[in-house]
């Protein structure tokens, strides 16, 4: 059977992963440091006798994870409140945690995959964004800490198969959402959600005319594992190619609650993109992938997770 080592096995994203290998009959070992990670998301994986975790910080030294066929990077903080409150460590594990985790692949023969983020396009001058867009990122903005390392761990990466002829693929990942996000994540979608179910207004920077490109998770999962049966190496992105505007969101999780949907104005945030959207032309030609959860339907599979996970307010 496959094996894998998960790094941020026990985030979001990680999490989701590792069930979904799991379920396809893989061995999977997923490392965390729980600094924005959760055992919890790791419940149904560790009824599994084919899971194990170790709680480490791949920036260090890492533990021997046994014979791999895969090495997986998803290990990083994600969301901006995250970044910003975790600046070094996010740069850390995007050049040293990459850097391991790519030479424990070598190490192993095993073929490593990184999970890189739209963000290395910045805030984009051109629209959609494909993969031969190179970005327009501000180095020294305060979102840096996450566009760069990202930018540097796409570098590394490609520096490793052509150096050394490691199998890597890199794929970009565009604004996912739903179960096992945090309620204080600080994106668009948990945090309307939560705000939602507890009657609170909706806070959105800006005008809210601002757009995002929203992928189910069980979609994007299924994007990831086609992608590693393919002769393929990337950059790919993987994301929905629906924009729909903050404000428009905000409005559809409101009515998917059943809230009265006040909305409170912030300031815009500091290099906050004007739009984000995939094209995801090589994904359909090479996958045959394309999302089939729809806007609406992944919010209520999310808010329904989201009620049974305690997230209103006693």
Known sequence: MPRAL????????????????LADGWAVIAFDSLITGRRENLRDAE??????????????????PGPLDWVLHFAS??????????????????????????????????????????????????????????????PVGPRSVY??????????????????????????????????MRKNDGRAVPNFIFQALNGRPLT?????????SLCYVDDLIEGFRRFLDVDQAGP????????????????????????????EFLPRLEDDPAVRCPDVTLARASLGWEPK?????????????????GWVDS
């Not at 009824?47 to 021997?64: I, Q």
């Not at 424990?104 to 993969?131: C, I, K, M, N, W």
């Not at 959860?293 to 996970?309: M, P």
Request: charged share 25%; proline share 5%.
């Open 236 to 263: 790919m992105n993987l994301g929905n190619p629906e924009e729909v505007t903050i404000l428009a969101l905000a409005n559809v999780v409101a009515e998917t609650v059943h809230a009265a949907g006040n909305v």
């Open 147 to 180: 566009d760069e390392s990202k930018r540097y761990a796409e570098a590394l990466t490609m520096a490793y198969m052509r150096t050394y002829g490691l199998r890597t693929k890199i794929v970009r990942i565009f604004n996912t959402f739903g179960p096992r």
């Open 47 to 64: 009824r599994d006798p084919l899971f194990s975790f170790v709680e480490h910080d791949v920036t260090l030294e890492l533990p021997d």
């Open 77 to 138: 903080p994600a969301s901006p409140p995250d970044y910003f409150d975790h600046p070094i460590e996010t740069l850390r594990v995007g050049a040293l945690g990459t850097m391991r985790a790519l030479d424990l692949a070598r190490e192993r023969d095993a073929g490593f995959l990184l999970a890189s983020t739209s963000e290395v396009y910045g805030d984009p001058a051109v629209h959609p964004q494909a993969e031969t867009y190179w970005g327009n990122v501000n």
């Open 6 to 21: 998960v790094t941020g096995g026990a985030g979001f994203l990680g999490s989701h992963l590792c069930d979904r290998l």
């Open 204 to 212: 959105v920077h800006g005008d809210g005319s601002q757009t995002r």
């Open 293 to 309: 959860v729809t806007l609406r339907e992944g919010l209520e599979r999310t808010v329904a997770w989201a009620r049974d996970a």
